[in-house]
């Protein structure tokens, strides 16, 4: 069971003012939750693989793989200052 005074250390660090009647709204509200846990933790798992995820869904996107462009040795052929296959810069401080 949570108190008023729980909430309060709550809030407090996470930086957000509550009035007195909010204490109380939350201090229910957060009761609530807890026993809806404890009721959860009562349910029986065994065999029951645990999920990451409970949709289905799969990863649709391609592999991210880096592919050549070619466009480097266009680029540093329009640099006045190159060094290697760096482009040179000045000093900024």
Do not use: C, H, W
Not at 18 to 35: A, P, V
Not at 40 to 46: I, P, Q
Not at 63 to 68: Q, V
């Amino acid at each position: 069971m949570i108190t008023q005074e729980e909430v309060a250390y709550i809030a407090k660090l996470a930086r957000i003012e509550l009035k007195q009647e909010e204490l109380e709204k939350y201090r229910i509200d957060l009761n609530k939750i807890l026993g809806y846990i404890e009721i959860l933790k009562t349910v029986d798992t065994t065999g029951v693989e645990p999920l990451a995820q409970v949709t289905g869904l799969e990863n649709i996107f391609r592999s991210d793989e880096a592919e050549e462009q070619g466009i480097a040795d266009d680029i540093l052929q329009n640099i006045s200052e190159t060094s290697g296959r760096f482009i040179r810069v000045k000093k900024v401080l």
